[in-house]
């Protein structure tokens, strides 16, 4: 039976059960990744998604095709270009994995199930991470989880039947594509570079994660870095759980109890990548409305355009102009990077739901185009969690000031990213404004000439915002609304599904290689 691997958010050769398939089809097969119109006119896209793509695409096509399986890189709208390789190829199955995306991604699995059933192929949609397809419960669901991400990879073909010929046309470029080039410093991609990060994490960078995740200084070295990589699928989260378990085991071993308490915290984030991606799953619409319908129309924006003051407040934050200079640095560090830790994505997003009272969906569109990792359901879950809008956790408002004290306390993060106050001394940095004028004109950084003065008045602006949250929390339909949502989505302990115990190891486990597959 002639098979047809199509890639989408899979992009490696390790645990990729589709491609273990092909390699057993006699009839022989070829992939496809499919470069969609609809993807790139989303208003998520940004061209440092499609660089990444890319590279990993490059190197793919690289390892598969000298062993026999050809990979079709091709720019068109799917179901169209199935139409198109079923005419030349004649394939009768298609395999590939499961995806949980926006809304378009949706539209088009559903057009393309349509599209096999009228052509009579097969379409084999297996799972590659802890997201379950038709969910009835959460009871139960961190166990299942437990259960695939134990399960042994898939295994690795050495090689397959080739069906038709190999392309051998250069994979298209940005520009070839009518697209601007992606300009920011970001994180390269393909699945050599995926394995060595996650080498490199549990093996030389990991060892101060919990205390490294809340700065941004300490964070891009100390977090693991892997997000594009699990978004892109250029890692299996399989493979970042079961090398992560492997090397807390051999730290217990080898008496290493910070590397193990470390790596403990960061396993228990791998769940949590599942757990918000099961919201969506369950509960397209959260991408569009929110979890309790009681907070739509809280905020501007929801039922009518957004107003020129509103505009102009997104925009100074967009454009990371607020007046705050740690939401301004972060703003500005991510534009550049592509990356930010988890605490200041959250600072971000808080300053902008409560002191400027934007709606969570411009600006999470925003920043999913800054974001290289983003991950629709990850995406939205922490948006609206960050802005209120779930019903079930408790507000979290992060002070830009506190952030700014808290983190970066010798200022060298802002005076990196917001050069316009380099020379403001360190006890004003936060908090710029209250700078006597004589100062501002000693160190030549005027406000509202070289920096602006804060969008709002901060602590007003927030009890504003507290005030209209609460009176609407307390209401009955608010109070019905939660206890439903927690029904749906909410883990059943108190917060997140639990990190299992650690289990003692035997033996010295072997800890992932570098660049093992290569
Ligand atoms: C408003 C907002 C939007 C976000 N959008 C995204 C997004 O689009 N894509 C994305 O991958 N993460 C998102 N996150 C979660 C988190 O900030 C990133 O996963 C993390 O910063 C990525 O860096 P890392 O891989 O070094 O993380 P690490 O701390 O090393 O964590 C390892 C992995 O665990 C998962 N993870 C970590 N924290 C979380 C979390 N809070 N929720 C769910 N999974 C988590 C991710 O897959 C991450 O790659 C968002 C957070 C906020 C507050």
């Known amino acids: 039976m002639p098979s047809l691997v199509w890639f989408k958010r899979d992009l490696r050769r390790h645990d990729h059960e589709p491609l273990a398939r092909a390699a057993r089809d006699a009839g022989g097969a070829a992939a496809l990744y499919a470069i969609e119109p609809d993807w790139l006119a989303s208003p998520e896209f940004d061209p440092q998604h499609l660089r990444f793509a890319l590279q990993s695409l490059a190197e793919l096509r690289a390892r598969l095709q000298p062993r026999g399986l050809p990979l079709h890189v091709r720019h ?3 179901p169209a270009l199935l139409d198109t390789l079923h005419a030349e190829l004649g394939f009768d199955t298609l395999l590939s994995h499961q995806e949980t995306g926006p809304g378009w991604s949706y539209a088009r699995d559903l057009a393309v199930a349509a599209w096999c059933r009228a052509r009579g192929v097969r379409w084999v949609e297996i799972p590659q991470h802890g997201v379950v397809r038709r969910l009835k419960s959460r009871s139960g669901w961190a166990a299942r989880w437990q259960q695939r991400m134990d399960a042994a990879e898939a295994e690795r073909p050495a090689g397959w039947r080739p069906l038709g010929a190999m392309p051998d046309a250069a994979l298209p ?3 070839q594509l009518g697209l601007p080039p992606d300009t920011r410093d970001g994180q390269p991609g393909g699945e050599r570079a995926a394995l060595q990060t996650l080498a490199s994490f549990l093996t030389e960078r990991g060892h101060d994660y919990r205390r490294a995740l809340s700065s941004p200084l300490s964070a891009m070295d100390g977090c693991s870095r892997l997000s594009p990589h699990l978004a892109f699928g250029s890692l299996s989260l399989r493979r970042a759980h079961q090398a992560t378990e492997a090397r807390i085991a051999e730290a217990q071993v080898l008496g290493e109890r910070g590397w193990a308490y470390a790596l403990r915290g960061f396993a228990g984030r791998l769940r949590w990548h599942c757990h918000f991606m099961q919201k969506l799953e369950d509960e ?5 409305r929110a979890f309790a319908p ?5 905020r501007p924006g929801d039922l009518e355009p957004l107003g020129s003051s509103e505009q102009a407040r997104l925009q100074a934050w967009c454009d990371g102009r607020t007046g705050w200079p740690m939401v301004d640095a972060c703003m500005r560090s991510l534009r550049a990077t592509g990356w930010l830790n988890f605490r200041m994505r959250a600072m971000l997003c808080s300053v902008a739901s ?9 600006t999470g569109l925003f920043l999913a185009r800054q974001f290289l990792d983003f991950e629709a359901g990850i995406h939205w879950s922490q948006m609206q969690m960050q802005s209120g809008t779930t019903g079930i956790n408790t507000l979290r408002i992060y002070s830009p000031t506190k952030q700014a004290r808290d983190q970066d306390p010798d200022g060298v993060f802002i005076r990196r990213w917001v050069p316009e106050l380099a020379a403001v001394p360190l006890d004003y940095l936060p908090t710029p404004w209250l700078m006597p004028l004589a100062i501002q ?11 602006p003065a804060p969008l709002v008045d901060e602590a007003q602006a927030t009890r504003a915002a507290k005030q209209a949250m609460a009176g609407l929390r307390g209401t009955a339909p608010a109070r019905e609304q939660a206890d439903a949502v927690q029904q749906r989505h909410g883990s059943r302990k108190s917060g997140l599904p639990p990190s299992p115990k650690p289990r003692r190891a035997k033996s010295v486990p072997v800890p992932v290689q570098q660049g093992e597959l290569f």
């Not at 397209?284 to 569009?288: H, K």
Request: aromatic share 16%; proline share 8%; glycine share 8%.
């Open 354 to 362: 409560y002191p400027l009272w934007l709606h969570w969906r411009p």
């Open 173 to 175: 470029t940005l520009q």
């Open 441 to 451: 004109q000693r160190v030549g950084c005027l406000i509202d000439r070289d920096y």
């Open 284 to 288: 397209p619409a959260i991408e569009f």
């Open 294 to 298: 009681v907070y739509d129309g809280l």
């Open 76 to 78: 068109g709208a799917m």
